[in-house]
């Protein structure tokens, strides 16, 4: 059989961030010039584990006032995902990407946040602050719009499997250093896209699991997204809603399309390395759920409990990493890496984004010449 002359570029990583840029790159990369190959220690299908957050989220999308420059990239990102995920749910419904309402109910002191920033979220499909008749009576702040909900498990089979399908290749490995993956045997590395969740030793990274959640700052804004210990219900639910109460307590159910039960939610606990659902946290969870949305409780007035779910987050210090960086090497050619992890709870709703960023990099770095289709 003939040598395969073409590069490759790597992708390591088959989370959500892994999946949609070794998809766009797929896509966008001539065919006859590169390779994608896909390397992972984790996919979906191996079920659900704790350092693999993306099989162990909601999910769903919750804009965030943006408060800061990174919180405004971040909503353009979460903005073009929106719109990516509008075309999936359209043209591929085996995705099961629902679009539905999403509701936010705000009290104590991130409430004036959500008020001043209210322009912002004009812009969103459907968006109307809720009249006092339409909230409950404790709450301050009260919206609705248009947002979407994903089952992880459908939704990363399926990215998969549209990979694998359109010509996409994937490797089973876990490496020990980033180096490795330009030295992968067969394969005439190009350049490599670092979506390991964590990085690789990067000591900004931290990671978050259950807990009490901060009330206050750009931390308390987005204090949902670092939920570690959720519960999967058999109830269904019509919308998704998040609750922030006064005290700093928070709440919310997260439907899964295609019947798939709802997510009741959730927690927060930095550096917190459980990997093992705790009871007090589910009774609490449930109870809270309660309030916040009774029409969900079945005939006695309860939730049917399918599972807990334990997960963690890869937070960073200063946000998301998004930049190319040059590796030392001891060959002539250059060793470019395209960094894209540590999204925290925010993953899934920055993705197709974040996607767009790493081939934008990417197409920059890799030789023109190499680039046309012809
Ligand atoms: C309880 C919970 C609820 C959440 N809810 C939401 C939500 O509603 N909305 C939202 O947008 N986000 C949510 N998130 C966050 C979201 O799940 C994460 O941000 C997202 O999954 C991160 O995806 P990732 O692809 O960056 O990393 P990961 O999911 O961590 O995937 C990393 C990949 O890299 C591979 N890898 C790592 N190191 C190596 C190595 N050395 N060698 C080979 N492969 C390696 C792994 O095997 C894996 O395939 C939630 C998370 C949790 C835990």
Redesign the pocket.
Same mark, same amino acid.
């Given at each position: 059989m003939a040598k395969d002359e073409r590069k490759t570029v790597v992708v &390591?990583? $088959?989370? @959500?961030?892994?999946?949609s840029s070794a998809l766009t790159l797929l896509k966008a990369l001539p065919s006859s010039k590169y390779r994608i190959l896909l &390397? @992972? %220690? /984790?996919?979906s299908a191996d079920g659900p584990d704790p #350092?693999?957050? %993306?099989? $162990? @989220? !909601?999910?769903?999308?919750?804009p965030i006032p943006a408060t800061t420059p990174q919180l405004k990239f971040e909503a353009r990102l979460a903005n073009t995902t929106c719109n990516r995920f509008r075309n999936l749910a359209a043209e591929h419904p085996e995705y099961g990407i629902k679009f539905l309402e999403g509701r936010e109910y705000v009290s104590g002191e991130a409430a004036p946040a959500y008020q001043a920033l209210l322009p912002e979220y004009r812009q969103l499909d459907g968006f109307r602050v809720l009249n006092d008749d339409e909230k409950p009576t404790d709450v301050e702040f009260a919206a609705r719009y248009e947002t979407y909900t994903l089952d992880?498990d459908t939704y990363l089979f399926h990215l998969l499997r549209r990979y694998r399908l359109d010509g996409g290749e994937v490797k089973r $490995? *876990?490496?020990?250093s980033l180096q490795e993956a330009f030295e992968l045997e067969g394969h005439d590395v190009a350049i490599v896209v670092n979506? #390991?969740?964590?990085g690789?030793g990067d000591p900004q990274v931290f990671i978050i699991r259950g807990g009490s959640p901060p009330s206050s700052g750009i931390l308390g804004l987005i204090a949902d +997204?670092f939920?570690?210990?959720?519960c999967l219900v058999a109830n269904l639910c019509d919308k998704t809603i998040t609750q922030q109460d006064a005290d700093g307590g928070w709440s919310f159910v =997260?439907p899964r399309p295609l019947g798939g039960g709802t =997510?009741v939610? !959730?927690t927060k606990q930095p550096n917190d390395w459980n990997s093992l659902p705790e009871a007090s946290i589910r009774n609490n969870l449930l109870e809270k759920a309660a309030k916040l949305y009774p029409a969900m409780l079945n005939a006695e007035g309860k939730f049917d409990v399918i599972r807990d =779910? &334990?997960? +963690? +987050?890869?937070a960073r210090e200063g946000g998301l990493r998004l930049e190319a960086e040059t590796l030392p090497s001891s060959t002539s050619s250059k060793r470019t890496v395209v960094h @894209? /992890? !540590?999204? !925290?709870? +925010?993953? /899934? *709703?920055? #993705?197709w984004g974040i996607a767009e960023e790493v081939l934008r990099m990417v197409t920059d770095i890799l030789p023109q010449s190499l680039l046309s289709r012809l």
């Open positions: &390591v990583g $088959a989370g @959500a961030l892994g999946l &390397v @992972a %220690s /984790y996919f #350092s693999f957050p %993306s099989t $162990a @989220a !909601g999910a769903h999308y919750r992880p $490995a *876990e490496l020990k979506c #390991s969740g964590m690789f +997204r939920s570690g210990q959720t =997260i =997510i939610g !959730g =779910i &334990v997960g +963690r +987050r890869p @894209a /992890y !540590g999204a !925290g709870g +925010r993953g /899934y *709703e920055l #993705s």
